[in-house]
C-alpha cells in the first residue's frame, strides 16, 4: 500500500464440482490497472475484457483445456488510488462466474492482507465496517507465504524430497539457496461482501540512536579533543545528520 498507488495480487482457488469448466468470468474492481501477463492459471488460451457493469470491470479467462480439478488463478494488478488526508479507502473485493449466463461461484469470504511501502506504515480505521472482521496476521501471513510456495508434502512417498539425489546435487540447507523473505502484513481482515475499506497511511518517522565517545589527550602545550559518533537509524532512511558541538 502507497499513498499514491498500491500493489494488489489476489490467488483464487477454484474447486471444480459438477462438471469441467471451459471458462470463468472475473469481477475486478474498476480502477484496477493490469496486463494480460499479470494473470495466470494452468491451461490458460486467452483473456477477454467485456463492458464494465456497475462499476466494476469483467474478464473472460478461456482455458485450453476445459479444467476437470481444482486449480488457482493468480492477478497482480496496481489500484491508483490517492491518499486523502493520509486517508486510503480500498475497494478490494473480487467475485467469480462460470457458464453463460454467468452463474456466481459460491465463494468463501475473501482474506485480505495489507503491507505497506518502504517508509510508510499504516493503521486500521475503526470501526471496521459491516462485513469487515479482523484476523491473525500472523495466521494470515503463514498462509500466504505456504501458499506461494507450492511445495510438495515431503511425507508424501513421490516426494521430490524422498528421491534419490546425484551425489553433486547442492544442498537444500545451503542459506545461499534460500528463498528471499517476503513481506509481512501488518493488518488482516476477512470480508464477506463488497464494502469500501478504510486505512489511515502515515510517513514513518525516523529513530536515531546515536552513541558519542570523546577522547581528549593532554599535551604540555596544547589539548586535543577526538569526538567520534555512530549513529543507528531505523523505521525510515534519513539522507542528513547533523552535530552539533559546543
Known amino acids: 500500500v502507497h499513498p499514491l498507488e498500491s500493489q494488489l495480487e489476489y490467488r483464487l482457488p477454484v474447486q471444480v464440482r459438477g462438471g469441467p469448466l471451459n471458462f470463468m468470468t472475473l469481477a475486478l474492481p474498476e480502477q484496477l490497472m493490469f496486463r494480460p501477463g499479470d494473470i495466470s492459471a494452468p491451461d490458460l488460451l486467452t483473456i477477454r475484457k467485456l463492458p464494465n457493469q456497475t462499476g466494476r470491470q469483467l474478464l473472460v479467462v478461456e482455458f485450453a483445456t476445459p479444467q476437470t480439478d481444482d486449480f488457482e488463478i493468480r492477478l497482480i494488478g496496481r489500484l491508483p488510488l490517492t491518499a486523502d488526508n493520509s486517508r486510503l479507502t480500498l475497494k478490494?473485493?473480487?467475485?467469480?462466474?462460470?457458464?453463460a449466463p454467468p452463474v456466481?461461484?459460491?465463494?468463501k469470504p475473501l482474506r485480505l492482507g495489507l503491507n505497506p511501502a518502504g517508509g510508510f506504515q499504516l493503521t486500521g480505521v475503526a470501526p471496521a465496517p459491516p462485513g469487515a472482521t479482523a484476523i491473525d496476521v500472523a495466521e494470515f501471513t503463514r498462509d500466504w507465504i505456504a501458499a506461494a510456495s507450492d511445495q510438495p508434502d515431503p511425507l508424501a512417498p513421490n516426494s521430490p524430497a524422498n528421491s534419490p539425489k546425484p551425489s553433486d546435487a547442492p544442498d537444500p540447507a545451503d542459506p545461499s539457496l534460500q528463498a528471499a523473505p517476503q513481506p509481512l502484513a501488518t493488518l488482516a481482515w476477512s470480508?464477506?461482501?463488497?464494502?469500501a475499506l478504510p486505512v489511515e497511511i502515515q510517513p514513518q518517522r525516523p529513530r536515531r540512536v546515536v552513541r558519542v565517545e570523546q577522547f581528549l589527550h593532554v599535551g604540555r602545550e596544547r589539548m586535543e579533543l577526538t569526538i567520534t559518533a555512530?549513529?543507528?537509524t531505523t523505521g525510515s532512511?534519513?539522507?542528513h545528520?547533523?552535530?552539533t558541538i559546543d
Open 92 to 99: 478490494p473485493l473480487i467475485t467469480l462466474a462460470h457458464g
Open 104 to 107: 456466481p461461484v459460491v465463494a
Open 191 to 195: 470480508l464477506d461482501r463488497p464494502l
Open 230 to 232: 555512530t549513529a543507528r
Open 237 to 239: 532512511s534519513v539522507f
Open 241 to 243: 545528520h547533523s552535530l
